[in-house]
């Protein structure tokens, strides 16, 4: 799912101090790796706007996936001169035909096959051709 994350941490000098400052998890930073394609810190008003761009970029890469940018809460509320950079005209990958039909073999010719969809089948709209390709193949789907 391409979901932007912000979220604060605490200032640059007590992260993963131990110290609990407002909210301070063991390594907030790492604990968001864990479910995220990506993510960074920013200390610094000036940086905000690189992350924010450079968490589109990986948001809407090859796989959509989340991302999460973490904000020093000394950064909020100041201001600094940055450059907002446009948006990227970079396209999705699509896939080339002998892939497709080299894919299609290898299924055709797979033995105990089952699909497991994820929720991209679902929010792509891909219901219909899901259930062609299961009855096609003769084999269960889950999720």
């Given at each position: 799912m391409p979901i932007l994350h912000l979220t604060t941490d605490v200032d640059p000098e007590f992260r993963n101090s131990g110290r609990g400052d407002i909210?301070?998890?063991k390594n907030q930073l790492k604990?968001?790796?864990s479910i995220t394609a990506w993510n960074t810190f920013?200390?610094?008003?000036?940086?905000?706007?690189g992350a924010i761009y450079e968490a589109f970029e990986h948001m809407?890469?090859?796989?959509?996936?989340?991302?999460?940018?973490?904000i020093a809460?000394?950064?909020?509320?100041?201001?600094?001169?940055?450059?907002?950079?446009s948006p990227?005209?970079?396209?999705?990958?699509v896939p080339v035909a002998d892939t497709i039909a080299q894919a299609a073999r290898?299924?055709?010719?797979?033995?105990?096959?089952?699909?497991?969809?994820?929720?991209?089948?679902?929010?792509g709209g891909a219901e219909v051709?899901?259930?062609?390709?299961?009855?096609t193949l003769g084999t269960p789907v889950t999720t």
């Open positions: 909210h301070e998890p604990m968001f790796e920013v200390p610094k008003p000036s940086g905000v706007s809407n890469s090859e796989r959509l996936r989340t991302v999460d940018v973490e809460t000394t950064a909020l509320g100041k201001s600094d001169d940055v450059e907002i950079q990227s005209s970079k396209s999705r990958h290898l299924l055709a010719a797979a033995e105990r096959l089952v699909i497991l969809a994820g929720g991209g089948a679902v929010m051709e899901l259930i062609e390709l299961a009855q």
